[in-house]
């Protein structure tokens, strides 16, 4: 197995691994560990069937339920399509997924460790790769903020709401009303991470809607200004997709960005996206 970092300060990839046979325990810990400190992992040029995504993602911890439901695949319930594709006037899949900067679910008490996307079309314009997923290193963003600023906002804690600004990017009524039965939580706007015991920022424009104790217009600056800070361009990694990727993401350690530059019915994308439990945020 090899695992070659990109020369960003997130990004691996991962060649001489067959994902759809079992891993050696050793193996498997070689990925996990790359997986901690690169934090977005792509294995290229992977055949995996349904089971076998579903075993290699139990392998980092429970699969979870998805709870836009009407875009779970139709035999393997873990598994959401994530996709523009329509069949008889309706999405097959979640065609909106990834329109601002986020990280998967925040708006849930424990939001999950790791996503996984495997490629299955992937669109492209005159030999041009689109649909592009942008990533940003939460981790660095907070390191390089000065230590002041690193005290003032190390014991914050911000609200996140799935049916607040973010879902005024969906566009589905199954979509809304499924976001609206999701009640806020709380969250330190720093985390540690579990693994690393690293500081990552954790808020976000699109899902974190005020913090707690502070004046909402002084709060939603603040989000804003640490937003935007976190996916400056200098913690950035992009992911160039082919058919066949498997890859997968930290949410606690980046925040990532769907390029929507493509369009129904002129091109097509389909992956299939599970998610893995994470712990608590503390
Ligand atoms: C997502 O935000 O989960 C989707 C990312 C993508 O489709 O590129």
Redesign the pocket.
Known sequence: MEIVPSPDVIGAEIYGVDLAQPLPDAEFGRIEAAFNKHAVLCFRSQKVDEPQLIAFARRFGAVERIFLTHYAHPTYPEIML?SNIKESGRDIGHAD??RVW?T?MSYTTRPPRA?M?YALEVPAENGVVL???LFSSAADAHDSLGQERQQRIAKLRAIHQVAGRRARTGTGQEDQALRYQQPAVVHPVVRTHPHTGRKCLYVSKGESEGIEGMPQDEALGLIEELADHTVDPRFRHIHHWRVRDLLMWDNCAVQ????HDYEWPKHR?L?H?ITVGGTVPV
């Not at 990532?256 to 390029?259: C, D, Q, T, Y």
């Open positions: 994530v997924a990834g986020h998967d996503t996307l649909g592009d997923t990532h960005l769907a390029s994308r992956m996206r």
